[in-house]
């Protein structure tokens, strides 16, 4: 009955708390899962939201996006995943909109392991900071894991603001994956989407 992603069309207006980011750089190992390409994070980051801690341990991304906008689907999504220190987790979703070469994706992806089931070390340290646009308002929602086991009681907050990617960027990232790797939208239900 939680599940996502969803389409954030009706929404309520609420006073969200401000998202407060301690990342570092911090970006070491990058993986194919054959899934999507994550980027594993080294302790040391995280986020607070309403006096609570959450880490960053790790990001990757969807094309198309998992969630959409007003029925609005966007060519790349990153997802952000957070745990706080009982397992609880919290995603933070950025979406992509087709334009400028993202300079944050250039460093995470300058040698993407293009075979599932691969990984390697960076030898340059990624920022998860630099996916991040300058506003950060966001969409909250209860939601679950968009992939396997799909499990609920995960936090979703999607920031308003989309950055860009260049159609190269995108379309590489397709291309490494062969396939859509997107889930599709889900019943809101009885959820409410505060912004």
Known sequence: MHQSPIDLHDRVDTDLPRIEFHYAVAGRDEINNGHTIQIDYAPGSWVTLDGHDYALKQFHFHTPSDNHVIGHAFPLEAHL???????????????????????ALATAWQDMPEQPHTHHELLTRVSAGALLPTARDYYRFDGSLTTPPCS??????????????????????????GHPNN????????????Q
């Open 152 to 177: 609920e009681g995960v936090t979703w907050l999607v920031i308003k603001q989309p950055v860009t990617a260049s159609g190269e960027q995108i379309q590489h990232f397709a291309q490494v994956m």
């Open 81 to 103: 995943v957070h745990a706080d220190k009982d397992g609880h987790l919290l995603v933070i979703a950025v979406m992509f909109e087709e334009g400028a070469r993202n300079h």
């Open 183 to 194: 889930r599709p939208i889900q019943a809101t239900n009885d959820r409410v989407v505060l």
